[in-house]
């Protein structure tokens, strides 16, 4: 196969090949769609060096000098987005339909964060004291470095990208091992769109714990946005204590859909089976756990088993397919674990529930009712095409089962009664909360998580001080 780009890292404005190479495989085929370079230690830190070098004069630009070029990028992806579309599918796996929303997803935060690059205000601030004024300005953080998970390959590039070289930061970018060639078709993008060499340096590796690490411990980085399992997160805060980073970690979610008696249920099945089933379940924020009243559950149920039942499954390049491949074989074998103990528990299978004919690595959609709370199934991130159904007898139970996990990222909940909808809105332990609707992640509103689904926002207008420092300025001996 071959690519409008080279399939080695990117650093310091070159292609770099190392000798060492790691396979990139078609999760719905099995079938090798590229051998990219491997890097090390070594080669990090020379990433870092080249994102070092070209701070003092891409900081030193005009924000609306960075924006144009920010905004520029966004544009590219557009015009080259059927072609970023079919490798994010090939690589990754999701339907066609989804890479392409992604695409637009991604380019919208070139948009966004050039727009907000000029828009990074300090205060003036009432002086306690007579002969001082007081003043803050915001400042780049310096080299920042992201590491990305394969679900978004593109969405989480920009997502961390767009914000910290419109910021004025300078980038090394370690993409996940499943998915690093949409980054580097991003990284040639952003080459053309005339982002100076040093400025995005993408280092690709199969050994992201040796990256990490020296990414983590650099003394030159002072900044890490991760997106990620909860449990990697915890390891490179860790590694970022010694340096004292400043962190954004995006992490694992368990999200809650919950289901109340006086909700239109034919929405809020149609929302469960688009924002569960997309991706086949490997996002973040897929609901995790359907809480519906007693009073509506054999309802519900019986439209869910409907509605995905009817899921097309296969390979997402295909037109019309709606649920693709898990990433690897270990994830279908993980979540048949779990759909497997729960049904020795005493939860039922409504449909689905074993691994798909299709392929090796697919799953059939599931959805399980009387499921407990208890079960490894809804303490868990699934990260696979399984909806599981729990019952509840009033609001506060719902609640309390809601926020009964250490993750806070999304949750999401359907009612036709306002007052219950700011009450519940406000007692969920949630970074992000959706009344009435599955899916809403976008670029202008912040994204992010409580407790151990992460720190930080990124999108809206607080993506952008995650790479920005601000700075207190004394003006003394006036009058
Ligand atoms: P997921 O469950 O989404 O695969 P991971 O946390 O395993 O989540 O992977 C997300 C990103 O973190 C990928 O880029 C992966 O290569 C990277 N990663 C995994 N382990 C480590 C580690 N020990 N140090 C640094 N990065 C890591």
């Known amino acids: 196969m071959t690519y409008p780009f080279p399939t080695s890292a990117f650093i310091g404005g070159a292609w770099f090949e190392s000798a060492r190479t790691f396979p990139v495989v078609n999760p719905a085929s099995g079938v090798l769609i590229a051998e990219v370079s491997d890097l090390g230690g070594d080669e990090t830190e020379a990433a870092i060096r080249a994102a070092e070098a070209a701070f003092p004069a891409w900081s ?17 992806l557009i015009k080259h987005a059927e072609d970023l579309a079919q490798l994010i599918t090939a690589e990754g796996g999701k339907p066609l339909a989804e890479a392409r929303g992604e695409v637009a997803y991604a380019a919208s935060f070139c948009e966004w964060f050039s727009e907000e690059a000029k828009r990074a205000y300090g205060r003036t601030i009432p002086t306690t004291v007579a002969h001082r004024r007081y003043v803050t300005i915001k400042q780049p953080i310096g080299v ?11 969405g989480m590039v920009t997502r961390k990208a767009a914000p910290a070289l419109a910021a004025g930061c300078t980038l090394v970018l370690k993409p996940a091992e499943a998915t690093p060639l949409t980054a580097l078709f991003a990284a040639k993008l952003a080459a053309e769109a005339g982002l100076p060499p040093g400025v995005l340096n993408v280092v690709t590796s199969n050994n992201a714990a040796v990256v990490g690490k020296v990414l983590c411990e650099s003394t030159i980085v002072r900044k890490l946005s991760f997106t990620g399992s909860t449990r990697v997160g915890k390891i490179l805060a860790a590694q970022c204590a010694g340096t004292v980073k400043r962190l954004s970690l995006e992490l694992g979610g368990n999200a809650p859909f919950i289901v109340f008696e006086d909700a239109d249920l034919d929405k809020a099945a149609a929302a469960i089976v688009s924002g569960k089933f997309r991706n086949a379940g490997q996002v973040c924020v897929a609901t995790n756990r359907v809480l519906v009243h007693a009073k509506a559950h054999d309802a519900l149920a019986q439209k869910l088993a409907i509605g995905v039942s009817a899921l097309k499954v296969g390979d997402g390049a295909e037109e019309g397919v709606q649920v693709g491949p898990l990433i690897q074989k270990a994830a279908v074998e993980r979540v048949d674990r779990l759909v497997k103990a729960a049904l020795a528990s005493g939860a039922k299978a409504l449909t689905g529930a074993a691994p798909s004919p299709v392929g090796e690595q697919f799953y059939a959609p599931t959805v399980l009712s009387g499921v407990t709370p208890e079960m490894d199934i809804a303490q868990q991130e699934i990260f696979g095409p399984v909806a599981t159904l729990i019952p509840f007898g009033s609001d506060d139970e719902a609640v309390r089962i809601a926020n009964a996990t250490p993750y806070g990222l999304a949750a999401y909940f359907f009612t036709n009664d306002i007052s219950r909808a700011w009450r ?31 720190v930080g926002r990124e999108g809206g207008a607080e993506g952008l001080d995650e790479f920005l420092e601000v700075k207190f300025i004394n003006f003394g001996g006036i009058g």
């Open 60 to 76: 030193g630009h005009l924000a609306k000098e960075r924006a144009a070029i920010v905004r520029r990028w966004g544009d590219l």
């Open 144 to 154: 920042a470095a992201a590491i990305t998970p394969w679900n978004f390959p593109l």
């Open 424 to 454: 519940v809105a406000e007692k969920l332990d949630y970074g992000m909360v959706s009344v009435n609707e599955g899916v809403m992640s976008n670029e202008v509103t912040p994204f992010g998580g409580m407790k151990e689904s992460g």
